[in-house]
Every structure is written in C-alpha cells, then in structure tokens.
C-alpha cells in the first residue's frame, strides 16, 4: 500500500500541462502533435472562409435576380456586366449572354443547333462556379475521416514508449508509465480535436455548396427557356 502510495505521489507531483506534455514526447508522437495541430487550424480557416464567401454568394445571387426579374434589358445587363469579373449567377448569364451573340453575330442557320450550344455553355459555367465553391472541401473530408487514425498512430506509439519504459527500469510505477500513456492520450484528444470540427463543417459547407449549386442550375434552366423562347419567335418570323 505504501508503494501504492508512493507511485500516486511521484505521479501527481510531475507536470502534465499540455506544453510538458509535448515536449516530453517521442519525435514521432510530436510529429504527429504538430501535424493534426496545423490540420486542425488549416481546418478552421477553411470554414471561417467558406462561410463568409457562400454569404457573400448569397447576397450576390439575390442582388442579381432582383436586377434580372426588374424588366431590365438583357442586353442591357449584359454590357454592364460584361465588362468586369462576376461570379455565381451573374458569370452564367454572361457566358450565356456571349455565346447567344456570337451565334447569331455568324448568322447561325440551325436553331437547334444554338439552343445545344447554349445548354452546353450553361452546363460549363455552372460546373466552374461549383468547383469554385467546392475547392479545398475535400480537405475537410480527409482531415475527417483521417485524423481520428492518426490520433491513434500516436496513441499506440506513445504506449508502446511506456512499455519499453517499463522494460528498461523493471519496475511498473505509475510515475514511470504515466507520463507515456499522458502523451498517448494528448495524441488521441488532438486527433478528435482536429476531426470534430472538419466533420462538421464539412457537412454544413457541402449542404450550402449544394444549396448555391441548386439554385445556378435553376436559374440556368429559366434562362435558357427565356432564350429558347426568343429562338422560336425569331424562327416563325422567317
């Protein structure tokens, strides 16, 4: 009981603040410290972005309907629009807009043939704004699914230390594993630090990626009904 006793005492007299326990560490389980650490920030500056860009995609879309829906001319929008970089669907209706032009600029004969080739140029800038919205969400995902295991990579190795520990000085004080198996469950916590976040914000982000996406192909479907309509009143009036 006193050598109970003694080992409770030598253990709680040892510092295990986070910082102690870091620099304690094997090379290896610091390795993997540092890296869920910057994945875990890198993960928090994606989402802090992500979230003030798709709300700033927003307000762009519905400043945008409100000046489309107004009667405004669409050549009109076009040449205010034309001349400046635009994103979500302002860049739809210009893409669309440039190749509805340039057809009838050549003097196409086939209507059929502009309405494939505005669908197609539709299809195009909606898959460049998603992958815009998209970009570096992927990290998330693999910094979500990955670092719970690579918490555990530092956990094993922070244990199998203690063993050798215990290996090397014959004897199984508490004062002489604690320290290891401290390291080994600071590796797993920073593991679930950095993966709890990515999952959420993964989740959250891809739904109002998905939202945004949602709403560019339906105003590509409106817009392209707008101008298929337009196809088909200059067609009976050859």
Known sequence: MEGLDGAALAAGEMDFSLLTLFLSADIVVKAVMI?????????WAIIVDKSLLYGRARREMNRFEKVFWSGQS?????QNLSDRPSRGLASVFVA???EWKRSHEQGAASYLGVQARLDKVLDVAINRESE?????????????SASPFIGLFGTVWG???????????????????????????????????????AVIGYNKLSSDAN??????????????????RQLDARGAQR
């Open 35 to 43: 890296g869920l650490l910057l994945a875990s920030i890198w993960c």
């Open 74 to 78: 669409l050549e009109q929008l076009y």
């Open 132 to 144: 815009y919205l998209e970009k570096r969400l992927g990290f998330l995902a693999t910094v979500a």
């Open 211 to 228: 939202k945004l996406v949602g709403r560019l192909e339906g105003f590509a479907d409106e817009f392209s009904t707008i101008l298929s």
């Open 159 to 197: 244990i199998m230390n203690s063993f050798q520990s215990i290996a090397a000085s014959s004897s199984t004080n508490l004062a002489v594993v604690a320290p290891g198996i401290a390291e080994a469950l600071f590796a797993t916590a920073l593991g679930l630090l950095a993966a709890i976040p």
């Open 96 to 98: 669309a807009m440039k």
